[in-house]
């Protein structure tokens, strides 16, 4: 068994080495998809509300196999900003029926096969978040959780942006509307079913070759080598190491590839003082 980098293992694996990476999204690729998409009152689930859901449930074998959409009325006013966004108002929300009903309905669709989604973390709060109100606790393990923002990370790194507009055009998905949750329910799972079909018929030479262009954070990079972040900046630097910056927060980003080449060198020298004691 290779050696395991130490750290946290979160949902997107991020943290993890190329060929565990690999592993994960091959046995992905050969489950039944639950692909969701909320639409939102805000940004911070524990003070917004969703008003509209949409669920997909597909596979590479099958297709779509069915897809559920439900506005859902959360008994307040719609912001005008998100009406800006996604054209939802508060007399289209108001007909709807209430959340209780709503997740009562969806909850068998919701806790099956691997909850998918384009930026998981940010559905995945939500609808644990729309339950918990419920005092219903839900929860899918990390295992059964796929981003498809972070498999794009990996198999098109070079992209501009991996939102799921800009991904909308650059593949030319046949959608609708963005930012209503039937069409980027859409989005997402075409997008799924083009990268998950790569990484099933692909050789793994070149998937793997595509993974070590990945731009990573230095957390990520932090626990594939087993260090602190300072450490392993340090580390990073002193190998000489290519790297930018973030656009957002201005962090050091390095290549996937890049690290674990540092990480297995570390492995090597690790095994030749073992072998000289």
Known sequence: ????????KYQGQSSLLSKQLLAFYRRVSQSTLTVVDV???GSVAYKSNVIEVSVIKANLTDGILQQETSLINPTGKVP?????ITGITTAMVSKAPYPEEVWADYEHLLRQDVLTAHNLDFDYGFLQSEYKRLDVHYY???SHRFCTVLLSRL?????????LPNLVKHFNFDVGTSHRAKAD?????????????LIQQEPEEKILGLFRQQWIRLQDAAAILGKRKKDA???LIKAGLEHRLSKRQQQPLFRRGDVEDVFYAQQGEQLSMLEES
């Open 185 to 197: 329910t859409k989005a997402c799972w075409l997008l799924a079913e083009i990268l998950l079909t």
């Open 80 to 84: 005008p900003f998100i009406t800006k």
């Open 39 to 41: 639409e939102t009152t």
């Open 155 to 163: 198999l098109l790194a070079d992209l501009p942006s991996r939102s």
């Open 233 to 235: 900046l340090d580390l």
């Open 140 to 142: 899918r393990p990390p």
């Open 1 to 8: 068994m290779a050696a395991q980098p130490s750290g946290k």
